[in-house]
């Protein structure tokens, strides 16, 4: 599965452009584009190796974030958070060590309120 996502996520690299922006970790850059869905993604990632570090964010068709997120070392991490199209919290995705979920909450525009070790 993660060969396949992995694969998937180069498909993306392909078809991103590169820009400079300051909320990357260090050694990372920015990468927006389509997927094959699509949905627009922005991520941060190692220009040198694609291994996705920082902030996550994919877009619907209407430009609004739906699913936001952070990935330390390739790794999903912390809460992930699906938006509805009018930014409202759906559901809420704890992720811990080596992006195992802790819990998950499905919601209706509420803020989740749990904290994410």
Same mark, same amino acid.
């Given at each position: 599965?993660?060969?396949?996502?992995?694969?998937?996520?180069?498909?993306?690299?392909?078809?991103?452009?590169?820009?400079?922006?300051?909320?990357?970790?260090?050694?990372?850059?920015?990468?927006?584009?389509?997927?094959?869905?699509?949905?627009?993604?922005?991520?941060?990632?190692?220009?040198?190796?694609?291994?996705?570090?920082?902030?996550?964010?994919?877009? /619907?068709?209407?430009?609004?974030?739906?699913?936001?997120?952070?990935?330390?070392?390739?790794?999903?991490?912390?809460?992930?958070?699906?938006?509805?199209?009018?930014?409202?919290?759906?559901?809420?995705?704890?992720?811990?060590? /080596?992006?195992?979920?802790?819990?998950?909450?499905?919601?209706?525009?509420?803020?989740?309120?749990?904290?994410?070790?």
């Amino acid at each position: 599965m993660l060969r396949g996502h992995w694969l998937a996520c180069l498909s993306v690299c392909a078809a991103l452009s590169l820009c400079a922006c300051s909320k990357c970790p260090a050694n990372c850059q920015v990468f927006r584009g389509k997927q094959a869905d699509g949905k627009t993604v922005e991520m941060c990632a190692r220009s040198s190796n694609f291994l996705r570090n920082g902030p996550y964010t994919e877009f /619907g068709s209407n430009g609004k974030p739906e699913l936001v997120g952070q990935y330390a070392d390739n790794v999903k991490f912390g809460i992930w958070r699906a938006l509805d199209g009018e930014g409202r919290l759906k559901q809420a995705i704890c992720y811990g060590d /080596g992006g195992k979920v802790r819990w998950r909450e499905s919601r209706n525009g509420e803020v989740e309120k749990r904290s994410c070790p």
